[in-house]
């Protein structure tokens, strides 16, 4: 007899069973890892899910280089990095002493450094960034001598200023944090720094997973910036201001070299000035330019611009008599020369070649003040010049329709009115250019600044302020003035060459009291070849000590700067012999 069989209904309800008791068990653990996950120690597993996700890495831009005319680097970047840290490869005891190894040598905080190295939520932080490549090496060394782990390097170029001062009052300097402080770095930034990029990697255990996701985006490069400046010249023109300012024991000084035909400058000095790679050993005073930034009364350059206005409007000729006595009523003040004289029988050659102030306001007063005060503009005074350097100032240019009589005399001989040297050195390369004013340009072709404007040769205008018949006859005077027997700046004549130019010397304006305190400005401003124009130089130098004034401060200065462009550029010499004009009559 058989036996009978198992029931397939009992089986299956006993499959069910256990079924269910396992499901059951599941969901109970689940619910406990959930309380345990959002409840009792969540941030715990915060850090381990991090721990198994992904890193976000910056990838620098390269930052543009900063060249001269000639493509030579006045500030670039060279191979830096950046040391990091993976925080979760640190054990807690060993991080205060790799904190302190890390500081001693990249010379950081070593509490910043400790609570980055501490930082377990992360699998990335900066230590420290644009590390000189031999420095991090040499500190990556010794971190895996002493047992440590976690430190990495990554790319990070450095800034480098190798020319060192020169030109660094225009160019600037970057902050400890990469950041731009002052000059072209901080006006040209957006168009210098670039986008940096950025890398994304999953990771495990600490490590980067091979296979794991991973995304890039590479950055893009700043562009260069291209100025018009020589560095060669440039480096020679600081050193000759040097030794005006310091042999004169002034306070400081300026000196510009300009292009007579293009506009372009190709100096641009300040004295004192400063290390670019180190600007912190400097006083916060020498970090900018003062030759866009300070302003002053011209004194007798002034008369050059005064003389073409008349030449021009021909109420003067350079023949012009004039009787200039010993001093002259102004509104309620008297106007008098540097020198004492009786009365004397110039001509207007003469009183410019002399610099008499009185000769020069007799010979203004024929023209209107308004119209005077236009061609004043016309030569660049009351406006900046917009080359691309933060902080200049525009000076002051009093509106001619609201000139008293004694305002309208102080004009004409440079002063009750305010300039920055690059003006000045504008409208005397107005001369030289046969009358037509070029507007200064820094940046060779066209660049943008931080502020959205355009500069930069490619921007360069032209405008006519006096006739060629008028430059040519102003320039003819202007030559008088450096003759060793007419002239009152003898020191400024460049052998074998022409030179027109014109001498300064002005009283300057106490900020904190607003009126003049013994303290002068003088300067010299000129060109060569006088008979065929290539360069104009102008030099100003404030507070001289030693009672020099622009003919024999400025003027020396101005002629071992313009012959060594001469010499520099092979221009060949004069061939030809300055203009005689009658002096007295």
Not at 249 to 271: C, F, K, M, P, R
Not at 426 to 448: E, F, K, Q, Y
Not at 478 to 506: I, N
């Amino acid at each position: 007899m058989s036996r009978p069989r198992p029931s397939l209904r009992g089986q299956s309800v006993l499959r069910l069973r256990v079924a269910m008791v396992v499901i059951a068990m599941a969901l109970s653990v689940l619910g406990a890892r959930l309380v345990q996950l959002q409840g009792v120690d969540p941030d715990s597993y915060a850090e381990m899910a991090a721990a198994e996700g992904t890193v976000d890495a910056v990838l620098p831009a390269q930052r543009g280089e900063i060249l001269d005319r000639n493509g030579v680097a006045l500030a670039s970047s060279v191979d830096g990095m950046m040391v990091i840290v993976n925080p979760q490869l640190v054990p807690e005891d060993a991080a205060p002493e790799l904190a302190r190894l890390l500081s001693d040598r990249l010379d950081v905080d070593y509490f910043d450094t400790l609570a980055q190295v501490r930082d377990q939520r992360y699998q990335f932080r900066y230590v420290a960034r644009r590390v000189p490549s031999t420095v991090a090496n040499e500190t990556l060394e010794a971190v895996e001598d002493a047992g440590f782990d976690g430190i990495t390097l990554q790319a990070d170029p450095v800034r480098d200023y190798p020319a060192k001062d020169v030109a660094a009052n225009l160019v600037g300097f970057m902050g400890a944090e990469g950041e731009p402080r002052a000059g072209l770095e901080l006006t040209f930034e957006p168009m210098l720094h670039g986008t940096d990029g950025e890398a994304r990697y999953s990771t495990g255990g600490g490590n980067r997973i091979p296979l794991g996701e991973t995304s890039t985006v590479d950055p893009v490069n700043g562009q260069d910036l291209t100025l018009t400046i020589d560095r060669d010249v440039q480096w020679f023109v600081q050193r000759a201001l040097r030794n005006a300012v310091e042999g004169a024991n002034a306070d400081s000084g300026v000196a510009i070299v300009q292009d007579v035909e293009s506009g372009e400058i190709l100096a641009l000095a300040d004295h004192p000035t400063f290390d670019a790679s180190q600007p912190l050993l400097s006083d916060e005073a020498d970090l900018g330019s003062r030759a866009l930034s300070d302003v002053y009364e011209p004194g007798s350059v002034q008369k050059a611009f005064t003389l073409a206005a008349l030449l021009d409007a021909d109420e003067v000729s350079p023949t012009t008599r004039i009787t200039v006595p010993p001093e002259l009523d102004s509104g309620d003040t008297t106007i008098g020369d540097y020198w004492d004289h009786g009365t004397l029988r110039l001509t207007v050659a003469g009183a410019i070649a002399q610099s008499s102030n009185i000769g020069t306001v007799l010979a203004a007063r024929r023209m209107d003040p308004e119209r005077l005060h236009d061609y004043l503009v016309g030569f660049g005074e009351g406006s900046r010049t917009d080359v691309g350097v933060r902080g200049e100032s525009a000076g002051i240019l009093p509106d001619g329709a609201i000139w008293t009589p004694m305002a309208a005399d102080r004009i004409a001989f440079g002063q009750s009115l305010s300039v920055n040297a690059l003006q000045m050195t504008a409208g005397i390369n107005t001369i030289a250019n046969g009358g037509v004013h070029v507007s200064p340009s820094l940046v060779r072709g066209s660049a943008t600044t931080a502020a959205g404007e355009e500069v930069g040769t490619d921007q360069t205008e032209r405008r006519r302020v006096v006739s060629e018949v008028a430059a040519r006859q102003t320039s003819d005077v202007l030559e008088q003035v450096v003759d060793p027997e007419t002239g009152v700046a003898p020191g400024a004549a460049v052998p074998g060459y022409r030179v027109a130019g014109k001498t300064g010397t002005a009283q300057r304006v106490n900020d904190e009291c607003q009126c003049y305190d013994g303290t002068f400005t003088v300067s010299f401003g000129g060109f060569a070849p006088a008979d065929a124009p290539r360069f104009t130089v102008y030099v100003a130098i404030q507070n001289p000590r030693n009672g020099g004034g622009g003919g024999s401060v400025g003027g020396p200065a101005f002629s071992s700067i313009m012959g060594q462009l001469l010499r520099h550029y092979a221009v060949p010499p004069t061939n030809s012999r300055p203009p005689e004009l009658p002096i007295e009559w």
